[in-house]
């Protein structure tokens, strides 16, 4: 069977990545959260509320993305699947910090300008600019948590208990 030899080890180690994902992508992006201009971050001005809550909402992000990328990858080599992992993360949290306005768009179908009609340039800025951060806090949890998996800090998932998933 494909389940772990001691599936109590595996929770603890699952916890580890899931707190060790969050706190390397955040250090990872934080120095662009508090440059990026506001117009790009898509997260608000550095340090209001609107701010605050779109990284904390990160920090959960990047647990939840260490937890997926420890089942997903496990000893699989294939790099297209760790980067995907993190590509989907990346991709789905710019999505949804890109805001269309009220003022520049109309609804049913959008429309919202040019360039694209779809999206005006303010709306590819801030697709760029949490493309851009998401990119590097997911991607910098996948480096760390690949780094600790070749150090032994971390183990991947089916070898915590000391064994190999069977």
Known sequence: AMEPKDEEAEKIES???AVFSAVTGSIAMAPLALFL?????????????????????????????GLVYRYAVRSDPNPQLKQGVATAFAVTRALSLTRASDIDCTALPLQCGPPLGYLNWDMIGQLAGGGLE??????????AIEIAFSKGWL??????GGGKVE
């Open 15 to 17: 916890a580890k990545v």
């Open 37 to 65: 201009p506001e117009a790009l971050s898509g997260t608000g001005a550095a340090f209001s509320p609107q701010w605050e809550l779109q990284h904390d909402g990160l920090a959960v992000m990047l647990a939840l993305f």
């Open 134 to 143: 998401s990119a590097v806090a997911f991607g910098g949890a996948a480096f």
């Open 155 to 160: 183990r991947r998932f089916g070898e915590a």
